[in-house]
């Protein structure tokens, strides 16, 4: 009988999937100690914490536009990587996350933006229904186990990559405030110094880094958004094509050293800071209104349609096929999952209503509605489906 080699070491992706995973399990666990903590006697701290000044941003400005840019260097690693090395290198593996992917951006924002015609302010937030939480979704996938095929977790990861992709273009169009020549021209330069440290084949990081830190500082000062920053930054790392499940290029070693830190610290830390809302005077009839309903619905009812419509279609056209292994239901299953917009939805929801706490608030109201619905029932869905697949290496 063939035994498991005690000293093989996990894949990279095997190694991404189970990170992701235990962060997302770790979100779900600080953004219900801030929903706590913001309906207790302890709100008046939390609140005024989060609002004290620090080197002139609030605290929470650093976790938004600070922290949250390190989250997005990550995020452009992995897109990076995903395209030139990963699952996301050939076209035929990019079909079916990527037709998928479309259908659960387009789908929520219509329905968003059905439900909100006619108030240009609550338009807003248009996009704030279309972005998915891969380390939530996948920390739902991980309570069930071995149920679900590898393939679905692969296709959800592609998935989910393509996402974020879609919502860094989305701030960098949309959300967008007044612009100054000066420092766009500045980091213009930055960016110029990037590549020729990329083209010259610099491979140590700290130059990048240092770099990368002023870059961000410029882009902050500039009116785009300081984390778009750290997907510029990722661009121009150096990456190394290999086979082997062992690649020692500055990429990978920087993404392997930031993966524990997003996902323990970085992005709880953000979930924790953004999550507390207080429930004083909430009612079903301030659910029903127009941001927190077309979000609830766009995240819950848009996201599988979207998700689940498209790829349905894609399928059956036969322009890809169905993940190794999966069935419909494994596939619908996932496909609410995807409804779980927590950190991304509630990141947009900042940018779109900057000004408005009544707004941020119903945002928060719809995001951890519609994510909890999806997060639910995707798992129901999952864990009632027959898993007749033989066992995954």
Not at 4 to 27: K, M, Q, W, Y
Not at 32 to 41: G, H
Not at 288 to 299: K, Q, R, S, W
């Amino acid at each position: 009988m063939q035994t498991e080699n005690p000293r093989r070491v996990p894949s990279i992706l095997r190694s991404f999937l189970d990170s992701e995973a235990s962060g997302g399990l770790t979100l779900m666990f600080v953004a219900a100690l801030a929903l706590v903590i913001a309906n207790s006697p302890l709100a008046p701290l939390y609140f005024d914490v989060l609002h004290r000044y620090v080197f002139g941003l609030s605290v929470l400005h650093w976790i938004n536009d600070a922290l949250m840019a390190v989250f997005f260097l990550l995020v452009g690693l992995e897109i990076k990587r995903e395209f030139l090395d990963g699952q996301l290198a050939t076209w035929t593996r990019r079909v079916l996350p990527g037709i998928a992917a479309l259908g659960g951006m387009v789908v929520p924002a219509a329905i968003f933006v059905a439900l909100n015609l006619g108030d240009p302010e609550r338009l807003r937030g248009w996009a704030i229904p279309s972005a998915t939480d891969i380390a939530f979704a996948l920390g739902v996938l991980s309570l069930l186990g071995p149920r679900v095929p590898i393939s679905l977790k692969i296709f959800l990861t592609a998935l989910a990559i393509l996402d974020d992709l879609g919502a860094v273009l989305i701030i960098a169009v949309f959300y967008t405030a007044d612009l100054s020549p000066l420092m766009l021209g500045l980091s213009t330069a930055m960016l110029l110094v990037l590549a020729a440290l990329n083209r010259t084949g610099v491979k140590h990081l700290a130059p990048y880094l240092i770099v990368g830190a002023a870059l961000w500082f410029f882009v902050l000062k500039s009116g785009i958004h300081a984390t778009l920053a750290g997907v510029a930054l990722a661009l121009f790392i150096p990456l190394k094509i290999s086979a082997g499940d062992h690649p020692e290029s500055p990429l990978h070693r920087l993404e392997h050293v930031l993966q524990p830190w997003v996902a323990f610290l970085i992005i709880p830390v953000f979930g924790f800071a953004n999550a507390g809302v207080s429930f004083a005077g909430l009612s079903f009839a301030k659910l029903a209104e127009p941001v927190p309903l077309g979000i609830a619905l766009g995240l819950f009812a848009g996201k599988q349609v979207g998700v689940f419509g498209f790829a349905w279609l894609a399928i059956r056209l036969k322009l890809a096929d169905m993940p190794r292994y999966a069935s419909w239901p494994h596939l619908y299953g996932v496909s609410v999952l995807c409804g779980i917009g927590f950190t991304m939805s509630l990141f947009i929801g900042l940018l779109a209503f900057p000004y408005s706490e009544q707004l941020q608030n119903e945002t928060k109201f719809g995001v951890l509605l519609g994510s909890t619905a999806a997060g639910l029932v995707g798992w129901l869905i999952l864990r009632l489906t027959k898993a007749d697949f033989p066992e995954q290496p």
